[in-house]
């Protein structure tokens, strides 16, 4: 926890030049100049796009996204671009009357699913041996 990590072990000893995260410290550098293109594009071309994207959401995002194989992502990416820019766009009303309860509606679609799951596959143990379980599916070959 971050108690021990400030009090037994040390800050200097953790994110030191020679500690084990000293690499992390960099971001900080990352974080400061990553706005800066964004945000002189956007005084160039005022009232476009570029007015709406702001970093620090961006990369506070990726930080609080959950594990999964690489496929997922796209997907993740697709549904989130159709609800939160098409229909957001194009059918406003529909959007400003179902977005949180279609949202609601698909968490809890993943958890009945998880649960479901569980207790058909994990609760008695059955394997299933297919070219979807292993890994992400990337059989390139190494130099």
Aim: include cysteine; charge should be positive; hydrophobic fraction near 50%.
């Amino acid at each position: 926890s971050a108690s021990v990590i400030w009090g037994v072990i040390g800050p200097n000893r953790m994110f030191g030049s020679e500690g084990y995260y000293s690499s992390l410290l960099w971001w900080f550098l990352v974080g400061l100049l990553v706005p800066v293109p964004f945000w002189l594009l956007s005084r160039r071309f005022p009232g476009t796009w570029l007015q709406y994207i702001h970093t620090p959401v961006i990369l506070g995002a990726t930080a609080i996204m959950p594990p999964a194989q690489p496929v997922m992502y796209p997907t993740w990416f697709l549904v989130g671009f159709i609800f939160q820019f098409v229909i957001y766009r194009y059918r406003h009303q529909w959007w400003t009357k179902y977005n949180y309860v279609l949202s609601a509606a698909l968490d809890s679609g993943v958890a009945i699913a998880g649960i479901v799951i569980f207790f058909a596959f994990q609760y008695h143990p059955v394997e299933l041996d297919w070219w979807g379980t292993k890994g992400d599916c990337a059989n390139f070959k190494t130099l």
